[in-house]
């Protein structure tokens, strides 16, 4: 069992604060991603658990027991290195049995521990090798196995897959994914890809400028964003926003874009008149057969980008630029004029003051 309890952590440097009080709990077994653009803070956060980074202020605590002042090498945390970090003069078996060959191991356990471990990870065939023999695939396997075999309490991962190519990157995450559920160990995970984030992780936490922005089931912060920065840092393509002014017309609540009235599917809490933002993601917009004096967006089309599986139709609502994804080949072209709608269940009312969900 490994719980991780991380209670107003803070870290400064001089007189800047970089980590600002940030709460977390991590249950046993549970893989928790930390995602967010560079520099918010999640590297130094992963360093800051696994001793790599002093504490300013605040408690980590594992299983209960206060770590602040314990060594790294004392945590019982294992780390998986963006580099991979191999020696490059030992062997694949050498690498990974090298820290327990520094915990005075016995010769014959660390073997066996090895051996069992790269039958597990599908490297028994290069333990005599060299990492310069191997793939960038094999080596962020070895550098996963090296970590295993001291059968850690809690993995931290620091974008691992970061160097791997797009096609390794899929499937190194599925490989990581099925070997955390196998070991059920708890598991944090630094990354500033959000498809990774959003397909392994039983949670993610979203940062910003050393804050948690939102944490919760990867799904769950899809459907509702706590506010704008989450808005648009989670869906690919970003979602569409829209400055608007909220109306009331008696128990119903609308969104009042330029010339447009765009109802909502819930009561808002909020005066007729207050200033909003409407969120809606491209891939809940839908083309409409005719223009209709209600609920839908006039859109212009600039430009058309094919990826395969879908068209990201990109043009402007009453100037403002705005994203349509359509399943398959786009039927639209440049300069085109249509009318687009979204079902009001798919649409986002934020504060444009607070930028904070209504």
Known sequence: MATVEIAELRKSYGHEEVIHGVDLSIGDGEFVSLIGA???????????????ESITSGTISLNGRVINDVAPKNRDIAMVFQNYALYPHLTVAENM???????????????????????????????????????????????????IVRKPQVFLFDEPLSNLDAKLRVQMRIEIKSLQKRLGTTSIYVTHDQMEAMTMSDRIVILNGGRVEQAGAPLDVYDRPANLFVATFIGSPAMNLLDGVLVRDGDKAFAQ????????????????GTAIVLGVRPEHLSLQPAPAPEDQFQFQVDLIEPTGAESHVYGRCGGVPMILALAGRSPLGPGDTVQLAARPELLHVFDKTTGNRL
């Open 257 to 272: 874009i330029d010339g447009t009235r765009i109802a909502l599917d819930r009561s808002i809490d909020a005066a007729s």
């Open 97 to 147: 049995g090298f820290s327990l060959k520094l915990r005075n191991v016995p010769a014959a356990q660390i073997r066996s521990e090895v051996e069992a471990t790269a039958e597990f990870l599908g490297l028994k065939p290069y333990l005599d090798r060299y990492p310069k023999a191997l793939s960038g695939g094999q080596r962020q396997r070895v550098a996963m196995g090296r970590a």
């Open 38 to 52: 560079s520099g918010c803070g999640k590297s130094t956060l992963l360093r800051m658990v696994a001793g790599l």
